[in-house]
């Protein structure tokens, strides 16, 4: 039995030692797969949502309300032609 977790953790030493030359590259590695801490964002003036539900609101007529709330946030809500 301690032959077999001998042998695997000799083996797991090869895997783990051939990957990597010294131990700053281990370093570095670990480093590059670590997720960000912090998100960019960019704030653009014109908002996609907004262009492409009021182009669809002029070739068609909408069924429900569901972006009205959305566009009444960003304060680009059109008039409804009665």
């Given amino acids: 039995m301690s032959d077999s977790k001998d042998l695997e953790r000799e083996l797991s030493e090869m895997l783990t030692e051939g990957e990597y030359g010294s131990e700053e590259e281990r370093r ?7 997720s960000p801490k912090y998100e960019i964002r960019i ?3 014109l908002d996609p949502i907004v262009e492409e539900t009021l182009n ?16 009444k946030k960003t304060g680009r809500i059109e008039k409804k032609p009665e």
Wanted: proline share 0%; glycine share 4%.
């Fill in 43 to 45: 704030q653009t003036t």
């Fill in 28 to 34: 570095e590695e670990e480093r590059r797969r670590l």
């Fill in 56 to 71: 669809y609101r002029k070739i068609a007529k909408e069924i429900d309300g569901r972006y009205d709330e959305y566009l």
